[in-house]
């Protein structure tokens, strides 16, 4: 005997729509404060890799400086000379309008000995009188390997601030003095 609830069946099974498995749960999905975090991670990496890739550029004239000075030939008779230009390029290129680059003999070796730190002065080589080094026919080996080995040492450790500062201010006093007598 049918009842009326097996004949109701097939048409209710019929109204019915198709059933559709929900979607997989996935254990991927993060939290924002995840995604927060890991673009915060992500700025600070590329904050960083820009600092360091910055400080490579700005140490790039110093790392060739050391390189040519390495592969300068100290036998030359006019080594001194090829030292003492390259020092100069070096410092063109960290201040174009720095008043040492027009020094020459004495006035050059005390820029040297100044502008090196105070902690690097003890382990200094004794600096040849570089007037007599520069003009000599034939100068002696040793003084010039004393005078590379100052100028790597110089390329290294050499405070170029304090000559800036100094710098600056006698341009403002140059400024001021020129706009005095403009009135």
């Not at 729509?17 to 993060?30: C, G, M, T």
Request: hydrophobic share 45%; net charge positive.
């Amino acid at each position: 005997m049918a009842t009326p609830n097996t004949a109701a069946q097939p048409q209710a099974l019929a109204q019915l729509a198709d059933i559709q498995e929900p979607l997989l749960v996935n254990d991927w999905y993060l939290a924002p404060g995840w995604w927060l975090l890991a673009a915060l991670a992500l700025t600070l990496l590329w904050l960083l890799s820009r600092k360091y890739r910055q400080q490579q550029l700005k140490q790039a004239p110093k790392r060739f400086a050391l390189k040519a000075l390495a592969a300068l030939d100290k036998g030359a008779a006019d080594a001194p000379a090829q030292i003492t230009a390259l020092l100069k390029r070096w410092l063109l290129s960290q201040n174009p309008c720095h008043p040492a680059l027009s020094y020459s003999g004495e006035a050059w070796r005390q820029f040297l000995l100044k502008s090196l730190q105070n902690r690097q002065k003890t382990a200094v080589p004794t600096l040849p009188d570089l007037l007599a080094l520069h003009y000599q026919r034939s100068p002696q080996q040793t003084e010039i390997q004393a005078y590379a080995d100052f100028a790597a040492l110089w390329l290294q450790y050499a405070n170029l601030e304090q000559y800036a500062d100094q710098h600056k201010a006698a341009a403002e006093k140059t400024k001021l003095a020129k706009g005095a007598t403009d009135v």
